[in-house]
Antibody, heavy 114, light 109 residues
């Protein structure tokens, strides 16, 4: 059974970089042909697709976030990561990782505040 | 960027049938948009229900079905149960990137 778990700081200061990691268990990323996604949800609002990374390392990003987003994969540690630069309060959200679009991690709340 | 539109809210009585729709600002939704549907209960991560328009996951109740209807993606619940009260999101593959709809809050009264 595939499981995903997000981790990272719960509080980030404005203008800094938000960095999260998604640990994957139950499957070897390096042997799986899936892609690996990041999605976020601001408090009380809807879902927003951030981007994805393929096992090969190729990526695809939401055009509205593309200039600030980097998603990378670490097959040796069976995890993938999200970096979002120059954050503002508008980036405050629950951040989810997913194997394609199922299953999802439980999500982690990241608050951008000084 | 493409805007994906869903009904903001729907109210239905137990046992009734309800259809939620998902429209794209670029035109008719086709199978090439690979419509996905998700259910989200308060405080929980979304759960996938339907992928590639019509296909159910192994845990998707039989009363849920996906289709294309009048140029939109559709999620039909046949014989709604009280536990179906939740937020429902669609997801479309639009011009090389994925776009979520704004969600439909389904109330079962």
């Amino acid at each position: 059974q595939v499981q995903l778990q997000e981790s990272g700081p719960g509080l980030v200061k404005p203008s800094q970089t938000l960095s999260l990691t998604c640990a994957v268990s139950g499957v070897s990323i390096s042997r799986d042909t899936s892609y690996w996604s990041w999605i976020r949800q601001p408090p009380g609002k809807g879902l927003e697709w951030i981007g994805l990374v393929y096992t090969s390392g190729g990526t695809n990003y939401n055009p509205s976030l593309k200039s600030r987003v980097t998603i990378s994969i670490d097959t040796s540690n069976n995890q993938f990561s999200l970096d979002l630069t120059s954050v503002t309060a508008a980036d405050t959200a629950v951040y989810y990782c997913a194997k394609e679009f199922h299953p999802w991690g439980q999500g982690t709340l990241v608050t951008v505040s000084s | 960027q493409t805007v994906v539109t869903q009904e903001p809210s729907l109210t239905v009585s137990p046992g009734e049938t309800v259809t939620l729709t998902c429209a794209s600002s670029t035109g008719a939704v086709t199978s090439g948009y690979y419509p996905n549907w998700f259910q989200q209960e308060p405080g929980q991560a979304p759960r996938a229900l339907i992928y590639s328009t019509i296909y159910k996951h192994s845990w998707t109740p039989a009363r849920f079905s996906g289709s294309l209807l009048g140029g939109k993606a559709a999620l039909t619940l046949s014989g709604v149960q009280p536990e179906d009260e939740a937020e429902y999101y669609c997801l479309l593959y639009c011009g090389g990137s994925w776009v979520f709809g704004g969600g439909t809050k389904l109330t079962v009264l």
